[in-house]
């Protein structure tokens, strides 16, 4: 079993910066990609920016120039930067550890609020 841990939300101001900080732990269990996905009230949980353990990446389009994602120096952790906050960032972010480039076997973290306001 993969134990996923985040940290670093919180309330910021409009063109704000955050960072959220994501670790996975696990005996015995091979992390292939992390990723930070959200989730708005009333809206399904989308993929925002991902990261494999040989640096491929992935981006959400209304995120790209604004946030970024990179892996810690230690194993199985990842961050997300987050600069240029508008409202509509505000949401509950979720980070997800993916056994193998598949996609079909992964752990969740249990979330971090995110709150845009001024």
């Known amino acids: 079993q993969v134990q996923v841990v985040e940290s670093g939300g919180g309330l910021v101001q409009p063109g704000g910066s955050l960072r959220l900080s994501c670790a996975a732990s696990g005996n015995g269990v091979s992390i292939y990609r992390m990723g930070w996905y959200r989730q708005a009230l009333g809206t399904q949980r989308e993929l925002v920016a991902s990261i494999s353990k040989v640096d491929f990446t992935n981006y959400a389009d209304s995120i790209k120039g604004r946030f970024t994602i990179s892996r810690g120096n230690a194993q199985n952790t990842v961050y997300l930067q987050m600069n240029s906050l508008k409202a509509e960032d505000t949401a509950v972010y979720y980070c997800?550890?993916?056994?193998?480039?598949?996609?079909?076997?992964?752990?969740w973290g249990q979330g971090t609020q995110v709150t845009v306001s001024s």
């Open positions: 997800r550890a993916d056994r193998d480039y598949t996609g079909n076997y992964y752990w």
